[in-house]
């Protein structure tokens, strides 16, 4: 792992990212924004499953001017992506949001970019240049022989943080996503030597869970390994808590979040005594909402469990018939099998609170 990179400190509502600052977990609302109920039931689960920054796409006029109401039911920051139409982004600067995401080249004119700025700055809000290789210009295509490069997307996010800047605009964060894991990586590793604005860390259209979970820890735990990224959003087909999860098991596993239970289990094999990934699936379940750091070790047998969990928290190993609960590699109850999960459990509860 490199030392994390120093870049700007930014405020998002009252979060910091940057400078330093923990990597926040974001991702995004994928009901119709202009339908405020469904918006804040979907935006109420995700910040109790810990998502601290959330965006919502802003298509049309209904949507941008639900936005005022969506924030004042929320808690956590809230981020109005837009395309295309300045005006929407002035109504969401007005509507209260935390942060704007565009494109100042999709915006056209310096003229409409400038009011975008002016109303960023009049509400004190930073702005996300967001590029992805989907809206990559078709000059910059163009020059790379119409592929998708690293230096495409570079250039193009530069580019585009010039235009914020010329308005003496510096409240700035930048992503640079790709579909492909190797190019996206690559960006990110010119970008970060090119400038001190937080990076917003991602991949786009990752894919469906399976293949999209895969995609993302391998792109965006590679460059957080490289100490490049300020906020993460991991971007399933699917739905958005399975990100906020997804993304939090990346800083977990690589040691930049001590967040919720860590969930350990061996990989089962002619030993195991008990239903390891039956048990394992529904402690993890049980213990979703739970935001203190814990490690919990779900272990097939007796021989090998404890030992091989030691670093664990809190831990189960199973026996013929019965199992161990042990704590910080000590057993400290012996409980028949059909009593094993709700004593793991009780067990984490008294550890939790
Ligand atoms: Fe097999 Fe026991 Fe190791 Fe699980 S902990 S893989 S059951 S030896």
Do not use: W
Request: hydrophobic share 40%; aromatic share 4%.
């Amino acid at each position: 792992m490199n030392t994390r990179e120093k870049t700007k400190k930014i405020k998002i509502g009252n979060l910091e990212i940057g400078g330093g600052s923990p990597i926040a977990v974001q991702s995004m609302t994928k009901t119709k924004t202009s339908d405020i109920d469904a918006t804040v039931k979907q935006i109420h689960a995700l910040e109790k499953s810990g998502c601290q920054i959330v965006r919502s796409a802003v298509p049309d006029k209904e949507a941008a001017e639900a936005l005022k109401e969506i924030k004042r039911q929320i808690n956590i920051p809230l981020v109005a992506d837009i395309h295309f139409n300045h005006h929407y982004a002035i109504i969401a600067a007005e509507a209260g949001v935390d942060k704007l995401r565009i494109n100042p080249g999709n915006i056209g004119n310096p003229e409409k970019i400038k009011a975008v700025v002016d109303a960023a700055k009049a509400h004190n809000i930073p702005i996300r240049v967001g590029v992805n290789s989907g809206s990559l210009e078709k000059d910059i295509k163009k020059k790379h022989d119409g592929h998708i490069t690293a230096e495409g997307l570079v250039k193009s996010a530069l580019n585009n943080v010039k235009m914020l800047e010329q308005f003496d605009f510096h409240d700035i964060v930048i992503s640079i996503k790709a579909t492909s894991v190797p190019t996206t990586i690559k960006a990110y590793k010119m970008i970060a030597a090119k400038t001190k604005y937080p990076l917003h860390v991602g991949l786009t259209e990752a894919g469906i869970p399976r293949v999209g979970i895969v995609r993302s820890s391998t792109g965006i735990g590679a460059i957080l390994a490289e100490g490049i990224g300020d906020t993460i959003r991991v971007s399933l087909t699917g739905d958005p808590l399975e990100e906020v999860r997804v993304g939090y098991e990346i800083l977990k596993s690589l040691e930049l979040t001590f967040h919720g239970v860590t969930i350990i289990s061996c990989p089962t094999c002619g030993r195991t005594d008990i239903n390891v990934v039956e048990i394992a699936q529904e402690i993890e379940e049980r213990t979703r909402f739970i935001t203190q750091p814990l490690t919990v070790a779900i272990m097939g047998c007796e021989v090998n469990g404890p030992g091989e969990a030691a670093d664990a928290d809190v831990g189960l190993a199973g026996g013929r018939g019965f199992g161990f609960i042990f704590r910080e590699g000590q057993v400290v109850r012996k409980v028949p099998e059909a009593e094993m999960v709700e004593a793991l459990m009780d067990e984490i509860e008294s550890m939790a609170i």
